[in-house]
C-alpha cells in the first residue's frame, strides 16, 4: 500500500515538473512572438496618416492579396485562426504547420492596415499553437503530448493578446468541447498564459483595464438583477444574429461561382463603399468605440448610432468571409460592447457603462461557448465587483444562443435545454437539434385541446345564433 502510494506521488511530481518547465518554456517563446507580432500591427496602424488617401481605399487591393498570400504559402492559415488551431487540435493531435506563423502574422498585419473588420486575438492564438505545435515535433512529442502543449499555445496566445491570462487559460481548455473543461490541462493552460502574459508586459505590452468600481455603483440589488437577466436574454439574441450571420455570409461567398480573388476584391469595395455611407469606425479593431462605450462620460458615445452592433457583424462577415485574415473574438467584444450600450439606453438607467462592459463579455459567452472564461474575463477587465452580474449575464446568453457558434468545429458535449433532443459528440457545425419525442407529445396533446374547445366555443356560438333566430 505504502510502495502504491509513494509511486503514485512520485510520478505525479515527475509529471507536474515536466508541464511546469514545459508550458513555462513556451509561454515565454509565444509572449515574445505574440509581442513581436503587436509591436508590427501598431507600427502598421500608425502609419496609416501617411498614406495620402484614406487607408481603407486599399481595402480591394489588401484582402485579394491576403487570399493569394494564404492559399500560396499556408492554406490552413485561412480563417480566423482560432477556428482552426480548435480544428487541428481536435482531427490532428494539434499537428500545425510552421509555415502558419509568419504567413498569419503578415495576412493579418496587411488585413487589419487595410481597414478590415477584424481581430487580434485569433492570429495570436493560431501563432502561439503553431509554436507550440513546432515544439512539440522538434522534442518528438507524443501525439497527446503535443495535443495538450498546443491547446498550451491557444491559452498563451489569448494571454498575450488581452492580458487576462487566467481568462486565456480558461478560454483554451473551455473553447475545445461544449459543455467539458479539460481538468488535465488546466495547470499547465495556466503557467503558459502566465509565462506569454508576462514577458508581453516585459517586453513592453501595455494592457486597458476598466475598474468600473471608480465611477459607478454595481451594489447587489433586485431592480438591477431583473435587469441583468433582461441583458443575458438581449445578448444571447445578439450573439444568435452574430453566428448567424457570418455563417451565412461565409457560406453565401463561398458559393459564388466566380474566380475567388475577384470575389475578394467585390467585397473589399463593398467595404469601402459601406464605409463611406456608415464611416470608418466599423472599420479595423475599432478599439476606440470600445473604450467610449465603456466611458462614464455620455460625451464620449453620443454619436454612436444604435445600430453599430449590426454594421459591425456586417463589416466583419464581409470581411472574413471574402478571405481576410484575422480574428473574430474583438469584433465581438465591440458588439457586446456596442449591444450592451444600447440596452443601457433603453433600459433608461444609470447603469449604461455596465451594461456596455457586461455585454462585452455575454457576447463572448454566448457566441463561442464558453461562459466561464468570459466571467473571469470581466473579472481581470473591469473589477471584482462586476462578478456576479457577468456571471449570470454570461450563462444567460450562452444558453440563449442555442447549439450554434463562430467555431463550427467545436464537439458539443451537452444539450441546453432538458426539452430538446441533440446529438451529443458531434461538431457543432453537425449538430441535429429536434424537441424530445415526450415533448413533440405534449404539444401535440396542447393543440389537440386548443382545436377541441375552439370547436366547442364554435358550437356554443352556432347553439346560441339558433336560438335567437327562432325566438
Request: with cysteine; glycine share 10%.
Given at each position: 500500500?505504502?510502495?502504491?502510494?509513494?509511486?503514485?506521488?512520485?510520478a505525479?511530481?515527475f509529471s507536474?515538473t515536466?508541464w511546469?518547465?514545459?508550458?513555462?518554456?513556451?509561454?515565454?517563446?509565444?509572449?515574445a512572438i505574440?509581442?513581436?507580432?503587436?509591436?508590427?500591427?501598431?507600427?502598421?496602424?500608425?502609419?496609416?496618416?501617411?498614406?495620402?488617401?484614406?487607408?481603407?481605399?486599399l481595402l480591394?487591393?489588401?484582402?485579394?492579396?491576403?487570399?493569394?498570400?494564404?492559399?500560396?504559402?499556408?492554406?490552413?492559415?485561412?480563417?480566423?485562426?482560432t477556428?482552426k488551431?480548435?480544428?487541428?487540435v481536435h482531427?490532428?493531435?494539434?499537428?500545425?504547420?510552421?509555415?502558419?506563423?509568419?504567413?498569419?502574422?503578415f495576412?493579418?498585419?496587411?488585413?487589419?492596415?487595410?481597414?478590415?473588420?477584424?481581430?487580434?486575438?485569433?492570429?495570436g492564438a493560431?501563432?502561439?499553437a503553431g509554436?507550440a505545435?513546432?515544439?512539440?515535433?522538434?522534442?518528438?512529442?507524443?501525439?497527446?503530448d503535443?495535443?495538450?502543449?498546443?491547446?498550451?499555445?491557444?491559452?498563451?496566445?489569448?494571454?498575450?493578446?488581452?492580458?487576462t491570462?487566467?481568462?486565456?487559460?480558461i478560454?483554451g481548455?473551455?473553447?475545445l468541447?461544449?459543455?467539458?473543461?479539460?481538468?488535465?490541462?488546466l495547470?499547465?493552460?495556466?503557467?503558459?498564459?502566465?509565462?506569454?502574459?508576462?514577458?508581453?508586459?516585459?517586453?513592453?505590452?501595455?494592457?486597458?483595464?476598466?475598474?468600473?468600481?471608480?465611477y459607478?455603483?454595481?451594489?447587489?440589488?433586485?431592480?438591477?438583477?431583473?435587469?441583468?437577466?433582461?441583458?443575458g436574454?438581449?445578448?444571447?439574441?445578439?450573439?444568435?444574429?452574430?453566428?448567424?450571420?457570418?455563417?451565412?455570409?461565409?457560406?453565401?461567398?463561398?458559393?459564388?461561382?466566380?474566380n475567388p480573388?475577384?470575389?475578394?476584391?467585390?467585397?473589399?469595395?463593398?467595404?469601402?463603399?459601406?464605409?463611406?455611407?456608415?464611416?470608418d469606425?466599423?472599420?479595423?479593431?475599432?478599439?476606440?468605440?470600445?473604450?467610449?462605450?465603456?466611458?462614464?462620460?455620455?460625451?464620449?458615445?453620443?454619436?454612436?448610432?444604435?445600430?453599430?452592433?449590426?454594421?459591425?457583424?456586417l463589416?466583419?462577415s464581409?470581411?472574413?468571409?471574402?478571405?481576410?485574415?484575422?480574428?473574430?473574438?474583438?469584433?465581438?467584444?465591440?458588439?457586446g460592447?456596442?449591444?450592451?450600450?444600447?440596452?443601457?439606453?433603453?433600459?433608461?438607467g444609470?447603469h449604461i457603462?455596465?451594461?456596455?462592459?457586461l455585454?462585452?463579455?455575454?457576447?463572448?459567452?454566448?457566441?463561442?461557448?464558453?461562459?466561464?472564461?468570459?466571467t473571469?474575463?470581466?473579472?481581470?477587465?473591469?473589477?471584482?465587483?462586476?462578478?456576479?452580474?457577468?456571471a449570470?449575464?454570461?450563462?444567460?446568453?450562452?444558453l440563449?444562443?442555442?447549439?450554434?457558434?463562430?467555431?463550427p468545429?467545436?464537439?458539443?458535449?451537452?444539450?441546453?435545454?432538458?426539452?430538446?433532443e441533440?446529438?451529443?459528440?458531434?461538431?457543432?457545425e453537425k449538430?441535429?437539434?429536434?424537441?424530445e419525442?415526450?415533448?413533440?407529445?405534449?404539444?401535440?396533446?396542447?393543440?389537440?385541446?386548443?382545436?377541441?374547445r375552439r370547436?366547442?366555443?364554435?358550437?356554443?356560438?352556432?347553439?346560441?345564433?339558433?336560438?335567437?333566430?327562432?325566438?
Amino acid at each position: 500500500m505504502i510502495r502504491k502510494h509513494i509511486t503514485e506521488q512520485t510520478a505525479i511530481f515527475f509529471s507536474v515538473t515536466k508541464w511546469v518547465f514545459l508550458s513555462s518554456l513556451v509561454g515565454v517563446i509565444i509572449g515574445a512572438i505574440v509581442t513581436l507580432f503587436l509591436k508590427i500591427l501598431q507600427i502598421s496602424e500608425e502609419s496609416r496618416a501617411d498614406l495620402p488617401f484614406h487607408y481603407y481605399y486599399l481595402l480591394p487591393i489588401a484582402i485579394p492579396l491576403t487570399v493569394w498570400v494564404v492559399k500560396t504559402f499556408a492554406p490552413s492559415a485561412e480563417g480566423h485562426g482560432t477556428e482552426k488551431v480548435i480544428e487541428a487540435v481536435h482531427k490532428r493531435y494539434g499537428k500545425i504547420d510552421v509555415k502558419v506563423i509568419p504567413v498569419k502574422l503578415f495576412a493579418t498585419v496587411m488585413t487589419i492596415f487595410a481597414g478590415g473588420s477584424v481581430g487580434k486575438e485569433g492570429p495570436g492564438a493560431q501563432i502561439g499553437a503553431g509554436v507550440a505545435s513546432s515544439l512539440s515535433d522538434l522534442l518528438k512529442f507524443s501525439p497527446e503530448d503535443r495535443k495538450k502543449l498546443v491547446i498550451c499555445g491557444i491559452s498563451a496566445g489569448f494571454a498575450a493578446v488581452f492580458g487576462t491570462p487566467i481568462a486565456g487559460a480558461i478560454f483554451g481548455v473551455e473553447v475545445l468541447i461544449i459543455g467539458v473543461i479539460l481538468y488535465d490541462v488546466l495547470l499547465p493552460s495556466f503557467i503558459a498564459g502566465f509565462a506569454a502574459f508576462t514577458t508581453a508586459q516585459f517586453l513592453g505590452i501595455e494592457y486597458t483595464y476598466f475598474d468600473i468600481r471608480f465611477y459607478q455603483n454595481v451594489a447587489l440589488d433586485l431592480p438591477l438583477i431583473l435587469q441583468v437577466v433582461a441583458a443575458g436574454l438581449f445578448f444571447g439574441i445578439v450573439s444568435d444574429i452574430l453566428v448567424t450571420t457570418v455563417s451565412f455570409t461565409h457560406r453565401s461567398i463561398k458559393k459564388i461561382p466566380l474566380n475567388p480573388y475577384l470575389v475578394a476584391f467585390v467585397a473589399g469595395l463593398s467595404l469601402v463603399i459601406l464605409a463611406w455611407i456608415f464611416g470608418d469606425r466599423y472599420l479595423g479593431l475599432g478599439l476606440e468605440t470600445i473604450k467610449d462605450t465603456l466611458n462614464p462620460d455620455p460625451y464620449f458615445s453620443k454619436e454612436l448610432p444604435w445600430y453599430a452592433f449590426l454594421l459591425k457583424t456586417l463589416f466583419t462577415s464581409l470581411t472574413l468571409g471574402a478571405g481576410g485574415s484575422g480574428g473574430i473574438v474583438t469584433p465581438i467584444f465591440y458588439i457586446g460592447a456596442t449591444s450592451g450600450h444600447l440596452f443601457g439606453q433603453l433600459i433608461g438607467g444609470e447603469h449604461i457603462a455596465l451594461f456596455a462592459a457586461l455585454g462585452f463579455v455575454s457576447v463572448l459567452a454566448g457566441a463561442t461557448n464558453a461562459p466561464i472564461a468570459a466571467t473571469i474575463m470581466a473579472v481581470e477587465l473591469f473589477g471584482l465587483e462586476i462578478a456576479h452580474y457577468a456571471a449570470l449575464s454570461a450563462v444567460i446568453s450562452f444558453l440563449i444562443t442555442g447549439h450554434r457558434s463562430v467555431f463550427p468545429s467545436q464537439i458539443l458535449a451537452m444539450k441546453k435545454s432538458e426539452m430538446l433532443e441533440v446529438k451529443v459528440g458531434e461538431v457543432i457545425e453537425k449538430a441535429e437539434v429536434d424537441l424530445e419525442k415526450n415533448e413533440i407529445g405534449r404539444i401535440r396533446d396542447i393543440k389537440e385541446r386548443i382545436r377541441a374547445r375552439r370547436e366547442k366555443l364554435k358550437e356554443q356560438k352556432n347553439r346560441k345564433s339558433g336560438t335567437r333566430k327562432g325566438s
